[in-house]
Nanobody
Framework: QVQLVESGGGLVQAGGSLRLSCAAS????????MGWYRQAPGKQRELVAI??????TYADSVKGRFTISRDNAKNTVYLQMNSLKPEDTDVYSC?????????????????WGQGTQVTVSS
């Protein structure tokens, strides 16, 4: 179907920046939305930001600090994270939904990346 590969996580000091990337590959026909989610151990996964068409949505906790963008030609979504805080420490996962070629037509997909660790030290 469709695979997502993330990159860009790591360790950064509070106030620093990181940029996450997520590239989709496979028999993609179209991608409707791409987004970033995060999850800490023992907690529920939460939406960080999502981009669909020309619209973006952010969690209140990251508004003004994080920016999501997308390169449609590369089927890639980015998350620029500025002014990072220790509470931003989490595993960040990429999600994409759309349609893929089946050989005889199209079908829907909803794929997740493997996750990338972001750690912000105080």
């Amino acid at each position: 179907q469709v695979q997502l590969v993330e990159s860009g996580g790591g360790l950064v000091q509070a106030g620093g920046s990181l940029r996450l990337s997520c590239a989709a590959s496979g028999r993609i026909f179209s991608i409707n939305a791409m987004g970033w989610y995060r999850q800490a151990p023992g907690k529920q996964r939460e939406l960080v930001a999502i981009i669909s068409g020309g619209s973006t949505t952010y969690a209140d906790s990251v508004k003004g600090r994080f920016t999501i963008s997308r390169d449609n030609a590369k089927n890639t979504v980015y998350l620029q994270m500025n002014s990072l805080k220790p509470e931003d420490t989490d595993v960040y996962s990429c999600n994409a939904e759309g349609r893929y070629y089946t050989g005889s037509g199209y079908s829907l997909f909803n794929s997740w990346g493997q996750g990338t660790q972001v750690t912000v030290s105080s």
